[in-house]
């Protein structure tokens, strides 16, 4: 089993920057790929960025491709999601997930562990 807990959202003006944390615990964190989702008031969940286990390979969804970084350091089991030049409409909750397999998936339904989230609200 995979535990997973998000830290560092918040409320801030469109235009700045956040860091999200994801510290894991339970499984060799290192044999996980790791990924970003959002879920934004009255919208359904969506993939934002996930990495690779171990070669650094990231993906992301088109509309952060630019603006926000998804990293890894196993040796600290933990995945981090820096976001810049924040608008509005990422205003979501923002979620951890962890897989076994070694795809860069950008499908929920891969994804079997999860974290409770975490706010992020970006004003106008």
């Known amino acids: 089993q995979v535990q997973l807990v998000e830290s560092g959202g918040g409320l801030l003006q469109a235009g700045g920057s956040l860091r999200l944390s994801c510290a894991a615990s339970?499984?060799?964190?290192?044999?996980?790929?790791m990924g970003w989702f959002r879920q934004a008031p009255g919208k359904e969940r969506e993939f934002v960025a996930a990495?690779?286990?171990?070669?650094?390979?990231?993906t992301y969804t088109a509309s952060v491709k630019g603006r926000f970084t998804i990293s890894r350091d196993n040796a600290k089991n933990a995945v981090y999601l820096q976001m810049n030049s924040l608008k509005p409409e990422d205003t979501a909750v923002y979620y951890c997930?962890?897989?076994?397999?070694?795809?860069?998936?950008?499908?929920?339904?891969?994804?079997?562990?999860w974290g409770q989230g975490t706010q992020v609200t970006v004003s106008s």
């Open positions: 997930a962890g897989r076994s397999g070694g795809s860069l998936s950008s499908r929920e339904y891969d994804y079997p562990y």
């Open positions: 339970g499984r060799t964190f290192s044999l996980l790929t």
């Open positions: 990495i690779s286990r171990s070669d650094g390979r990231t």
